[in-house]
């Protein structure tokens, strides 16, 4: 399964963006990294099949809503109330084991190239 990750850019502190990832076939659970230079890469969101969701604990949760359209083999990011420590690369990732929304890097197979994400203050 091949992923591509777009929607990413430049946008002011309190704006909004959203991050579309396509596969090239169908997965189970979908998830979002990111990582800041110098930094690992560290969980975002994620969703499985049944549309369950697992955010970061406290940061995102309530700002970034993770989506899916199975229709289209498509997951999204939709980043709202955007705050400057919110900059850096964007991950997305696939996984075809059916469960749980996982928040380990370990767990999926399958990864993007990443999309750029820069908030200005």
């Known amino acids: 399964v091949q992923l591509q990750a777009y929607g990413g850019g430049l946008v002011q502190a309190g704006g909004s963006l959203r991050l579309s990832c396509a596969a090239s076939?169908?997965?189970?659970?979908y998830a979002w990294f990111r990582q800041v230079s110098g930094k690992e890469r560290e969980f975002v969101a994620a969703?499985?099949?049944?549309?369950?969701?697992?955010y970061h604990i406290i940061r995102e949760k309530g700002r970034f809503t993770i989506s899916r359209a199975d229709a289209e083999n498509t997951t999204y990011l939709q980043m709202n109330s955007l705050e400057p420590e919110d900059t850096g690369v964007y991950y997305c990732?696939?996984?075809?084991?059916?469960?749980?929304?996982?928040?380990?890097?370990?767990?999926?197979?399958?990864w993007g190239q990443g999309t750029q994400v820069t908030v200005s203050s």
């Open positions: 990732a696939a996984d075809r084991a059916v469960g749980r929304p996982r928040s380990g890097a370990r767990d999926y197979e399958y």
């Open positions: 969703i499985n099949g049944n549309g369950d969701q697992l």
């Open positions: 076939g169908r997965t189970s659970v």
